[in-house]
């Protein structure tokens, strides 16, 4: 089959973008890191659980996106702590789970920032297993396009020295499985069979159980090179291992269709069109577009080849009907075997048909082209044109294709391509005339297909098909006679138990009788505390119930408060992201801060309902944390970690939920205004921000910068901006006596009282 190489490479390439080594989540479930991280303090401890529950979100089931922003705020929390307590790993597991988010968001630009920053935390602590995964995650955020799978490649083979360097064999297994996968995708095949051969060996060692996929990618490296024994062998391989271990999976689908492209080559068209046609059902089952095009076109060929032409027709113009959204190459390889059943055919006006289908063909090959893809289906599509131009004598266009046929093939070196291309030679110069020439690549032509077809490995494919069923009935055998004496026992074990049940019903008669005579004794003594117990009983009955419903009603408050904090925190995520989306479409400077300033307070409330959701506590929340939490992201957000330094003196305080939100906005206005003005030209400076307790639960706030401070000209009462607007306004909603000064930059004070009082003044701003 001419396409063997191009399914081979576009299989792999489908796998390999499923199969990329990352990170998985830990056993812990979502619900039980949360109980957690209740009951931990904000230390190193505090910052792995929330960076394991953000794994977990990453990798939740089911693709909601508010789950990858939940994730990113969870990496946000985990990095302050870890950046308080200087805990490095902490830093760089929170860049990397970042950046896994980012790559599942579709954000690849920002998955490459947070894979190298994560690169750079672990290299400082040399934490060698750390840079591993985090070469790897970068390698990820690439495609396996020509261009991308360099860097891909790179990242990967940066990732395998270390990995054997910290004695993860099977994520090296796993490295060098992939790899060997990006070289065949490249048709490096020398370097790619090494490199899958060192994969089986440490699988083999560490005793890897489910070693299909090694099998089943060896087994399609011998088959694109020639080996047909050794592709059947590591087929059979593959199959075997995937049914003993009930394998399901799109793994078991490439295994089936494989073994179908080695009975193809080998002419076995009858046992190939079995092996398509389980194949094609079980890509129908997994809904995978790419690879029920590749079963289903592979299916047609088999109907080709048993002389159904008619039969093979109606499945490809199916499935190029069915899905319209079909990868490029696939409809090519498709409409090229549509021409070629319709030349089969040879049936009288069959002729317009074939025309109709090599013009579509050769405008899908215009269009490969200008994508730099058509060399994915050359070995394909070009032999069939050319057989259609030789037929209708267009000698040039023939040629034409024939020449470009033949670099290809000097590239690839693959004996079937070689074969055909000889052939088509032959066909060429023999039309033309040219009967030396024709002679001589008939000759090439027919010492390729002898080293192909000879009576050796026909003999040995068959010996290991009825290896492969013998051994398979020997084991139905065996589990058949397993199942009779498993029978026989359980038989055993019943004719016991029923003795046993037997005499068990002899003693509860026995038992019986006693307990009658115990009862006439007790009954009058029962009769005359029967009345009172009734009574005590009806008034417990009574407590109890009212106790179930109080409780019961407690238990609802508590559980639909944390649903709407969780709800609130989800929308106003949902809100951040709509307004993050405003970027790509933005270019006016003062519009794009704006949005993030309106960002960043939707985070500030988002952050309450994060840790109100958290915490046991639902009415109050602690402000050293929230304080530390709002400032860290700031800094992030504005990308001034590293030239404004932030000192933060927070007393341990917890305050009303009602008091928090308008501290936390005063707090976000505050520091916006100073990274925004006070530092003008990147240059460093120092923040602080202080809240102390002083008497009879008042408490003051301060915030201050060492920054340029305020223009001369500009009062702080008639201060128009929004920012200073909100921080008036807000601070007269809680009640609290505000004082700004410009000296040395600009300090804000705010004295307020911590007692829970009703608001009366202008609403709360959202």
């Known amino acids: ?191 790619a069979i090494t490199m899958a051969r060192q994969s089986l060996a440490i699988y083999q060692q560490i005793n890897y159980p489910d070693m299909q996929g090694i099998y089943d990618l060896l087994g399609n490296m011998s088959l694109s090179t020639g080996d047909f024994k050794k592709g059947l062998e590591y087929g059979l391989l593959a199959l075997r291992t995937a049914e003993n271990r009930r394998d399901t999976s799109t793994q078991l689908c490439t295994i089936y269709n494989r073994l179908g492209l ?14 398509f046609q389980t194949a094609f059902q079980r890509a129908k089952v997994h809904n995978d577009m790419g690879l029920i095009g590749l079963t289903g076109h592979n299916t047609a060929n088999a109907y080709k080849r048993l002389g159904q032409y008619k039969r093979s027709i109606a499945l490809q113009n199916n499935l190029l009907q069915t899905y319209p ?27 317009g048909q074939v025309q109709h289908y090599s013009d579509q063909l050769m405008n899908q090959l215009a269009q490969l082209r200008k994508v730099n893809r058509e060399y994915e289906v050359v070995a394909l599509t070009y032999p069939v044109l050319i057989d259609f131009y030789i037929t209708n004598r267009q000698f040039s266009l023939a040629k034409s294709l024939l020449t470009r046929l033949d670099e290809h093939v000097n590239r690839s070196g693959i004996i079937r391509e070689r074969s055909t291309n000889q052939r088509l030679q032959f066909r060429l110069d023999s039309a033309q005339g040219n009967y030396l020439s024709a002679i001589k690549h008939f000759n090439l032509y027919k010492e390729l297909q002898d080293s192909l077809n000879n009576e050796r490995k026909n003999k040995e494919v068959a010996r290991l098909s009825v290896e492969f069923e013998t051994e398979k009935k020997e084991q139905e055998l065996k589990l058949n006679k397993a199942n009779i004496n498993l029978l026989k026992k359980e038989n ?75 709800r609130v925190k989800n929308n106003l995520q949902v809100i951040s992201s709509m307004l993050n989306s405003q970027f790509d479409f933005l270019h006016d400077p003062t519009a794009l801060a704006a949005i993030r300033e309106s960002q960043n307070r939707v985070q500030v409330m988002a952050l309450i309902h994060q840790k109100l959701y958290l915490s046991e506590n639902l009415g109050q929340i602690g402000m050293r944390d929230y304080i530390h939490a709002i400032v860290d992201y700031l800094l992030e957000s504005f990308d001034r970690h590293n030239t404004v330094y932030p000192q933060l003196t927070i007393a341990d305080v917890k305050l009303d939920v009602a008091l928090a939100t308008p501290l936390g906005l005063i707090i976000n206005e505050a520091v916006t205004n100073s990274l925004k003005y006070a530092f003008p030209e990147n240059r460093t400076g120092t923040i602080k921000i202080e809240l102390i307790a002083l008497a009879n639960q008042v408490f003051q706030l301060t915030m201050s910068d060492d920054g340029i401070g305020l223009p001369a000209d500009v009062g702080i009462a008639r201060g128009k901006s929004l920012g200073l607007t909100m921080i008036q306004g807000l601070s007269k909603q809680i009640k609290a006596q505000l004082d700004i000064a410009s000296h040395k930059g600009v300090v804000i004070s705010l004295e307020f009282s911590g007692v829970k009082n009703p608001v009366k003044t202008a609403p709360q701003i959202v």
């Not at 812990?28 to 659980?49: E, F, G, Y």
């Not at 959204?325 to 049936?347: E, F």
Request: net charge positive.
């Open 1 to 191: 089959m001419r396409q063997s190489l191009f399914i081979g490479l576009l299989m792999i390439a489908l796998l390999a973008q499923q199969t990329t080594v990352q990170a998985q989540p830990k056993a812990h479930s979502i619900d039980s890191l949360k109980v957690l991280l209740r009951q931990s303090r904000p230390d190193t401890t505090c910052a792995n659980l929330l960076l394991e529950l953000a794994l977990s979100y990453v990798f939740k089931p089911g693709d909601v996106a508010s789950d990858l922003d939940t994730a990113l705020l969870l990496v946000r929390q985990g990095y302050s702590i870890s950046r308080h307590f200087h805990f490095v790993k902490g830093e760089g597991k929170a860049y990397l789970i970042g950046a896994q988010a980012h790559r599942w968001k579709g954000t690849s630009r920002l998955a490459r920032r947070f894979g190298q920053t994560a690169i750079n935390r672990f290299d400082k602590i040399n934490d060698i297993a750390g840079l591993a995964a985090a070469h790897m995650e970068l390698g990820n955020s690439y495609s396996n396009g020509v261009e991308e799978l360099k860097q891909k490649i790179y990242y990967y083979e940066r990732a395998l020295p270390l990995f054997r360097q910290v004695r993860q064999q099977e994520r090296e297994a796993i490295t060098l499985r992939m790899l060997a996968e990006f070289y065949y995708i490249q048709q490096n095949n020398l370097k």
């Open 492 to 566: 055993l074990v019943q004719q016991t138990n029923l003795q046993k049940q037997q005499n068990k019903q002899n003693s509860l008669i026995g038992g019986a009788v006693l307990l009658m005579l115990l009862l006439g004794l007790t009954y009058n003594r029962y009769r005359l505390k029967q009345r009172t117990n009734r009574q005590l009983e009806a008034k417990q009955r009574l407590i109890d119930r009212k106790n179930e419903s109080l409780q019961q009603l407690l238990e609802e408050r508590e559980w639909m408060l944390k649903e709407i904090h969780h």
């Open 262 to 275: 080695t009975y193809y080559h080998l002419l076995d068209y009858p046992s190939a069109l079995r092996y």
């Open 325 to 351: 959204a079909m990868d490029l190459a696939l409809k090519a390889m498709i409409t090229s075997s549509i021409v070629n059943n319709y030349q089969l055919l040879n049936r009288k006006g069959g002729m």
